[in-house]
Structure formats: structure tokens, C-alpha cells
């Protein structure tokens, strides 16, 4: 089984006999629910409803430990500390005495054999394997950071720089159970809510297959007519994730990038909006 330390990772602590309720408020999932040793996906949203950025909670014997992108902590950090007021909790970045561990099976189990998995699996999506939060010296690495990568985006798996910026939604954070409509308040619920209940979805981060380099990322992706489809994300090899618009692709899912094209592949979990909108239109009858 590979393990990777993660560098592009950061750890923020939040400590106290109130951060349960503190984070809660905040955050797109139910992290009262936690107990010692088990984790859940959430985001920070803006008040608009758009991701401020993603990251995994650990639950630990005084509080959480945010497994967040390292090029994010600051802000995350930054922006608790405006959250906190008055609370009686503490915030900082650990990430000199803690370090982020993943491990995966080199062969995936498929969705279904994963939905009771133990909590020591990423709570994501149980093909992702084993992640935790530990000593940097604690473990032996035998794999790196880009074979990581190359695992997550091979099951269709975002990371925090392809859904900053994106509604929740857009951004799968329902699929890869982020989201929890019944908790109650968060910062960003009632757009949120709104779009779940009340709207069609108009994109999804969806896996692509790459014939040739990865675009940089916000590249402008089209369809074989020159019309925009979405926008390109990130992407390694063969392997790339972008958001798509729903309304605009085809049953056909040719992108193209310059002088790059690319298709649309299923990920390892269902995405029915996708999946629906690439389905060909029926053909019309005269009955």
C-alpha cells in the first residue's frame, strides 16, 4: 500500500471547550457528530455561497485538527480569528509539529464495496484510502506527492485548487459527502440550500482524459464548434479534473484546449447531474 506525506498540506488546530459549536456554525458538515479519531469533509463558504476553501476535520481529545491546503491555511487561519470573537477557543497553525499521511491500495475498491468503511478511510470517498495527521517523522514515506495526486485525479477526486471559488455544489461537495443539509446554519447555507431545492445544476467538477499537455489552469475549454463548455482545473499526465457546463456539452464530450483535446471520463462516484447531461437527447417521433 503507497504512503505519501502530503507537503502541500498545512494543520490548524482549534482547541477549546467550545470549538465543536464554533466550527459548526461555520462549516458546510455536522462536526458535532465527531468523536475521537474520526474526520468529515466540509468547506468554508463566503456568504454568497462560494468556497473560501475545502479541507478534512480530525476530531482529537481537545478539539479539531483542519487538514487544509497549505497555500490556504493563512487565509482559513486569518478568517477563523474573525469568526471567533470573544469564544473561548484557541486557533494556530501546527503544521511545524504535525504533518498530513496518506495511504491508498494501488487497486481501488468500487463505490459500493466502501460504503461502510472504518473511520481511519479518507471520508470522502473510501477508494482514496487511509489519511491522517501525525509526526513528520512518524511515518516512512515509499511513494511522493505527485503519485498522490495522480491517484486522487485517476477517481475523479478534487483538491482544494479546483473548487476555490466554486459554489459547493458545482463543486461535488454533496457527492463527496461535504455537505449536510440538516445541521442547520453555516456561513453560505441559504445559498446553498436555495440552489439544492430550488435550481437546475449548471456545473459539475468532472474527470477528463488529456491527449497531450495539461493547459494552465483556467484555460478555456470548448467544444468542437468553438463553443465554451468550461474551464480547465488541474491536471497531471493523462489525468485532469475541470468544470463543466452542463447545458452546453454533448453526448459526444470532445473538449478541446488550443490545440488539445480532451474527453469527459466517469469518476469513481456518481455524479447524476453529469451523467444525465450527457446522456443524447431522444430522438423525436410524430406519435
Same mark, same amino acid.
Given at each position: 500500500m503507497p504512503l505519501a506525506r502530503l507537503t502541500d498540506r498545512a494543520v490548524l @488546530?482549534?482547541?477549546g471547550d467550545t470549538a465543536a459549536d464554533f466550527l459548526h456554525g461555520l462549516v458546510t458538515n455536522d462536526v458535532i457528530k465527531l468523536i475521537l479519531g474520526s474526520s468529515t469533509y466540509a468547506a468554508l463558504l463566503t456568504?454568497?455561497?462560494?468556497?473560501v476553501t475545502d479541507f478534512l476535520v480530525h476530531a482529537t481529545s481537545d478539539g479539531f485538527h483542519l487538514d487544509v491546503a497549505a497555500a490556504h491555511a493563512p487565509d482559513l487561519l486569518k478568517r477563523l480569528k474573525l469568526? /471567533? $470573537? &470573544?469564544a473561548p477557543i484557541t486557533l494556530e497553525d501546527i503544521s511545524t509539529t504535525r504533518a498530513v499521511f496518506a495511504a491508498w491500495d494501488p487497486s481501488p475498491p468500487h463505490p459500493e464495496e466502501g460504503a461502510s468503511a472504518p473511520v481511519s478511510k479518507d471520508p470522502r470517498f473510501a477508494a482514496l484510502? /487511509? &489519511?491522517?495527521?501525525?509526526a513528520p517523522g512518524s511515518e516512512t514515506? %515509499?511513494?511522493d506527492l505527485a503519485d498522490y495526486h495522480v491517484h486522487r485525479l485517476t477517481l475523479g477526486i478534487p483538491d482544494s485548487a479546483d473548487t476555490e471559488g466554486q459554489?459547493? $455544489? %458545482?463543486a461535488n461537495l454533496e457527492e463527496l459527502h461535504g455537505l449536510d443539509f440538516k445541521k442547520g446554519c453555516y456561513v453560505g447555507q441559504e445559498v446553498t440550500a436555495r440552489?439544492?431545492?430550488?435550481? @437546475?445544476? /449548471? &456545473? /459539475? $467538477?468532472?474527470r477528463i482524459l488529456l491527449d497531450g499537455p495539461a493547459p494552465a489552469p483556467g484555460s478555456r475549454l470548448t467544444d468542437s464548434a468553438g463553443t465554451e463548455v468550461g474551464e480547465f482545473k488541474t491536471g497531471l499526465g493523462t489525468e485532469a479534473l475541470a468544470s463543466i457546463r452542463l447545458d452546453r456539452i454533448v453526448a459526444s464530450n470532445i473538449l478541446i484546449s488550443g490545440d488539445i483535446s480532451a474527453r469527459i471520463a466517469p469518476a469513481a462516484y456518481d455524479l447524476p447531474p453529469l451523467t444525465a447531461a450527457l446522456q443524447p437527447a431522444p430522438? @423525436?417521433?410524430n406519435e
Amino acid at each position: 500500500m503507497p504512503l505519501a506525506r502530503l507537503t502541500d498540506r498545512a494543520v490548524l @488546530a482549534v482547541t477549546g471547550d467550545t470549538a465543536a459549536d464554533f466550527l459548526h456554525g461555520l462549516v458546510t458538515n455536522d462536526v458535532i457528530k465527531l468523536i475521537l479519531g474520526s474526520s468529515t469533509y466540509a468547506a468554508l463558504l463566503t456568504p454568497q455561497g462560494k468556497i473560501v476553501t475545502d479541507f478534512l476535520v480530525h476530531a482529537t481529545s481537545d478539539g479539531f485538527h483542519l487538514d487544509v491546503a497549505a497555500a490556504h491555511a493563512p487565509d482559513l487561519l486569518k478568517r477563523l480569528k474573525l469568526y /471567533r $470573537l &470573544r469564544a473561548p477557543i484557541t486557533l494556530e497553525d501546527i503544521s511545524t509539529t504535525r504533518a498530513v499521511f496518506a495511504a491508498w491500495d494501488p487497486s481501488p475498491p468500487h463505490p459500493e464495496e466502501g460504503a461502510s468503511a472504518p473511520v481511519s478511510k479518507d471520508p470522502r470517498f473510501a477508494a482514496l484510502g /487511509r &489519511r491522517w495527521i501525525g509526526a513528520p517523522g512518524s511515518e516512512t514515506p %515509499d511513494a511522493d506527492l505527485a503519485d498522490y495526486h495522480v491517484h486522487r485525479l485517476t477517481l475523479g477526486i478534487p483538491d482544494s485548487a479546483d473548487t476555490e471559488g466554486q459554489f459547493a $455544489l %458545482d463543486a461535488n461537495l454533496e457527492e463527496l459527502h461535504g455537505l449536510d443539509f440538516k445541521k442547520g446554519c453555516y456561513v453560505g447555507q441559504e445559498v446553498t440550500a436555495r440552489m439544492k431545492h430550488k435550481a @437546475a445544476p /449548471r &456545473r /459539475r $467538477l468532472a474527470r477528463i482524459l488529456l491527449d497531450g499537455p495539461a493547459p494552465a489552469p483556467g484555460s478555456r475549454l470548448t467544444d468542437s464548434a468553438g463553443t465554451e463548455v468550461g474551464e480547465f482545473k488541474t491536471g497531471l499526465g493523462t489525468e485532469a479534473l475541470a468544470s463543466i457546463r452542463l447545458d452546453r456539452i454533448v453526448a459526444s464530450n470532445i473538449l478541446i484546449s488550443g490545440d488539445i483535446s480532451a474527453r469527459i471520463a466517469p469518476a469513481a462516484y456518481d455524479l447524476p447531474p453529469l451523467t444525465a447531461a450527457l446522456q443524447p437527447a431522444p430522438k @423525436a417521433t410524430n406519435e
